[in-house]
């Protein structure tokens, strides 16, 4: 029952420091501050930075169903598995708001 509630807690903190770094990352690229290092994303914001900010919401909200669905519907071992990938997620997207904050403060 632990794991069930740590999914939904970790989805939602991943979900939201993925918007964070969306709209962080748009001011950052708009004022030529900083550069999009995933290729995929800086196509998109090559192409649109609408679309760019609207792929980063559709993530966090389809994040956000996957991990309701594995909360109702899963077997444990598998809810603990999603967990621990959540969990390295959440790690690396704190990363990255430690690295937006960085920049953010030396501009």
Do not use: C
Not at 17 to 26: H, Q, R, Y
Not at 65 to 89: D, E, H, N, W
């Amino acid at each position: 029952m632990k794991n069930k509630s740590l999914i939904i807690l970790f989805s939602v903190l991943v979900a939201i420091l993925n918007l964070f770094d969306g709209v962080i990352t748009s001011y950052g690229l708009l004022h030529n501050i900083i550069e999009e290092l995933n290729p995929l994303m800086e196509e998109l914001w090559e192409n649109s930075s609408v679309l760019f900010l609207l792929v980063k919401l559709l993530l966090s909200i389809s994040l956000m169903f996957i991990s309701f669905f594995v909360y109702k519907k899963s077997k444990p071992r598998f809810q603990t598995l999603f967990l621990m990938l959540l969990v390295g997620a959440f790690f690396i997207y704190a990363g990255v708001f430690g690295l937006h904050v960085y920049w953010i403060s030396i501009i």
